[in-house]
């Protein structure tokens, strides 16, 4: 990585940041509490990241010169989202360094190679299987058992590109409307809680894990988070003892955000991402260093802060036209409100989140 | 005020911040969460504030236009500092109303004002006297004795503009050193501990203080802050008393910082600023609510926030050369560094703060 930022925390270096949406812009504020200034790559103008940073560049992802200035002009790059394309990637890497890794990046882009990894680590997941046909849907529905869930390999997020097969009917046309795209059918699992573990990794091999945080979904989408989660300790560092396996052996350097299924049989694996997350929002008025600075201080080179919780949180996510009730929030001086600067207002948007502190 | 701000939170309204150092900053960050846009303006380029803020301008305070168009451009004007020339102030006030209101900066502007607006309370200030010429002067140190402060009644800050006074010589070159300004002449006060308190005013006249801080000085600039300061409950209560009595007679909206001296003979107030304040920068990891987004709150038209102390907090300001010394500080994951994106280190020139938790 580039010596000037590796050093110290010298100010007027400069942290690109691939996506400006929420995530990019809590990194953005984060980075700028440590001195540093920002600069989003957004293919959208006025990016709720871009609203809050030095700098930003408004290009699309397959543009080459763009992706190349932006490169030149940042001394650091981290992403808030996965899906980005290797090519991109290949362009930015020539001149700046990229933090998470683009193995670990790759690791998560794909639910097969994601749930191999997983598997290979000796570490449980639902049980899948690898779907480019109907002859490997039907092979793997028998294997698996219905109901199943089919999930596309790559692109998927807050339940899209996902769909739940219930009977054997229509399975071609299931296959069509996926456009035939490379799939894994995954099974169900039971489970008793679903939670969410925050981890860090910073560049002299430290692991730091958050409180595991117990999680609620509306329509594919996380609408709350509360920590403590209702588990017990050998759980609680089962997850946390997980965690760091994979970010040891990706040799990680940053945030990861681990999706857990609680069974009668111990943790699942759900999903990983390598980047800070939706659940790990309680952070930012749970800890004294939350998950956004926790990642920025990972990739320049900081140590890791202290992510002891000093209170109980529940995290609400502002979805939608929940976005015109916040009065009810605010009134309330024991929620912390963050929002992300968004204009239109859409369905399941995520348009910000409360932290409330419900005990001390 | 404008009623698109006062309806409830809404995104993409813009709050105009006259001053754009590192209390415009952080005021910024917290605007940002609450999802409002800034808009700075300041005499400088690429001031700390305007690195996090979507809009900024940089002219100086007596650039009648551009005064008057950052003042259409936003929603409600706040500032960081309290010596903005009224001129400024007159022109701003046509297109956007000013927060905390110009009567309020006036009583913190003037020395002699806000003592004998104090006093006029019933509140304990050091003993003063008015100085205009050298006669008054000579009045003075006879009613006060000697050692006394000589202060500029005007633009003061951090221990600029006072010198203390021990003899009666050279008391002719003295005020010809202060451009023979008005002045007051302040006796020295015997206290055993300075403290400060910052309060805040929502537009619902709901009062809210945080606990008072204990603060230690070098060379005239604020160096620690405590929390909890060591003093009993009835101090403590004094102190939030007073600062409630000053807002409100103040009819004033927004956050206050109040200093104070503890004496034997109970709490003297040194004095106010009608701002957020370097010593409640202990808030940002010590409350849910922290100074800066007080005062968002409170001028936008919000409740307040819940401002009780979680965590036991040392704040030490970075100065100088002590930022090029921050391996030190952020090698303590206890600490959260908050720097300010300044380009240039000047002695005593505050670069950034540390907030350290010290016991849970």
Redesign the interface.
């Known amino acids: 990585m580039n010596q000037k930022i590796k050093d110290?925390?010298i100010?007027?270096s400069i942290i690109g940041i691939l996506g400006g949406g929420q995530l990019g812009?809590m990194l953005?504020?984060a980075a700028?509490?440590?001195?540093y200034?920002s600069h989003i790559f957004d293919p959208n103008i006025n990016s709720p990241a871009s609203?809050?940073?030095?700098f930003s560049t408004q290009a699309s992802y397959d543009n080459v010169q763009a992706l190349a200035s932006f490169a030149k002009s940042v001394d650091i790059v981290t992403y808030e989202f996965e899906n980005i394309p290797t090519d991109a990637l290949n362009i930015i890497e020539k001149h700046a360094s990229i933090f998470p890794s683009k193995e670990a990046l790759f690791t998560s882009q794909d639910r097969l190679v994601e749930k191999q990894f997983l598997t290979s680590l000796g570490l449980k997941t639902a049980p899948f299987q690898n779907i480019e046909n109907i002859n490997d849907l039907n092979n793997a529905l028998d294997k698996i058992g219905i109901p199943a869930i089919l999930k596309t390999r790559r692109l998927g997020y807050d339940g899209k590109g996902q769909v739940k097969i219930n009977d054997t009917n229509n399975l071609d046309k299931i296959l069509t409307q996926f456009h035939n795209v490379p799939c894994i059918l995954e099974g169900v699992v039971n489970f008793n809680m679903e939670i969410s573990i925050i981890g860090a990794r910073d560049q002299f091999g430290a692991v730091s894990c958050y409180d595991p945080g117990e999680n609620y979904h509306e329509n594919g989408i996380l609408k709350t988070t509360l920590v403590p989660a209702k588990i017990n300790q050998k759980t609680s560092t089962d997850a946390v003892l997980l965690t760091g396996k994979i970010l040891n052996e990706l040799d990680y350097i940053g945030v990861i955000g681990v999706e857990l299924f609680v069974t009668d049989n111990g943790l699942l694996i759900n999903e990983i991402a390598p980047r800070v997350h939706n659940s790990g929002h309680w952070t930012q008025?749970g800890c004294?260093?939350d998950q956004f600075?926790q990642h920025i201080?990972a990739i320049v080179g900081?140590?890791?802060?202290?992510g002891?919780r000093?209170?109980n949180i529940e995290m609400i996510n502002i979805l939608g036209d929940d976005f015109k009730k916040?009065?009810k929030f605010?009134?309330d001086?024991?929620?912390?409100?963050?929002?992300?600067?968004?204009?239109d207002i859409k369905v399941g948007r995520k348009m910000?989140h409360i932290?409330k502190?419900y005990e001390?």
Request: hydrophobic letters at 30%.
């Open positions: 110290s925390p100010q007027n812009r953005a504020i700028s509490r440590l001195g200034k609203q809050v940073s030095t008025n004294l260093i600075e201080r900081l140590k890791l802060g202290d002891k000093h209170s916040l009065d605010v009134k001086g024991k929620s912390a409100l963050h929002l992300y600067g968004k204009e910000g932290n502190i001390f």
